[in-house]
């Protein structure tokens, strides 16, 4: 009787055994398993700091990269403007009767009261000249293709299409305007320029009228 007593005691003892070193391995492993996710989320949020810092430092290196190239477009849109010409810093703009149409100018092309183009006494045949309207501040690009006008007191004959452009008020037959001399390309420059300019601030996200000329 005191032999199985003895049986059953030390199969007791070593199931405790067992039991105690299955709990303290499966305690361990899941020490072990905490310890490794801990580390591994701690590296995790290192990594994602840094590529953080790393993504700032790229998105600050690209914006000043473009705020570079919005300066450098609009110190060449500068420059492009500092070669206009002022002949008339104001001046008396009139326009041709629409008798004109289909007559020949002075440099032989047919004339059309629907086309950007003006009279001038003394600028060469094909010179391209801004007009502003000095009221409003809005302006024109035509093309010298004739001579005149030949009225006392007026220094240029608008197309009345670019005449119309210049005011709202269709009953005035006189403007004073500002006459200036563009340089070879002018337009197609600026535009390429302007385009540019759009673009990269466009991607920047910035406000063009801090460049506005």
Do not use: C, W
């Not at 490794?36 to 998105?59: L, Q």
């Amino acid at each position: 009787m005191k032999r199985h007593y003895y049986f059953i005691l030390a199969g007791l003892i070593t199931l405790t055994g067992i039991l105690s070193f299955t709990v303290k391995t499966q305690s361990d492993t899941e020490a072990a398993n905490k310890n490794s996710m801990g580390k591994e989320m701690a590296y995790a949020e290192t990594v994602s700091s840094a590529n953080f810092i790393s993504d700032s430092a790229k998105i600050k290196e690209k914006e000043a990269e473009l705020n570079n190239e919005l300066v450098k477009l609009n110190a060449e849109l500068e420059a492009l403007e500092s070669e206009v010409e002022v002949v008339h810093e104001e001046a008396q703009a009139s326009y041709y009767h629409d008798k004109f149409n289909g007559r020949k100018t002075a440099n032989g092309a047919v004339f059309s009261n629907k086309s950007y183009t003006a009279a001038h006494k003394t600028l060469p045949f094909g010179t391209k000249v801004r007009v502003t309207n000095l009221v409003n501040d809005e302006e024109v690009i035509v093309e010298i293709n004739d001579r005149g006008p030949f009225i006392k007191g007026r220094q240029i004959d608008l197309s009345k299409k670019a005449f119309m452009d210049l005011t709202h008020n269709r009953s005035r037959g006189i403007l004073k305007v500002k006459v200036e001399v563009l340089p070879e390309d002018y337009e197609e420059k600026r535009i390429e320029l302007q385009e540019e300019l759009n673009t990269v601030a466009a991607v920047n996200g910035l406000d063009l009228n801090e460049f506005a000329l």
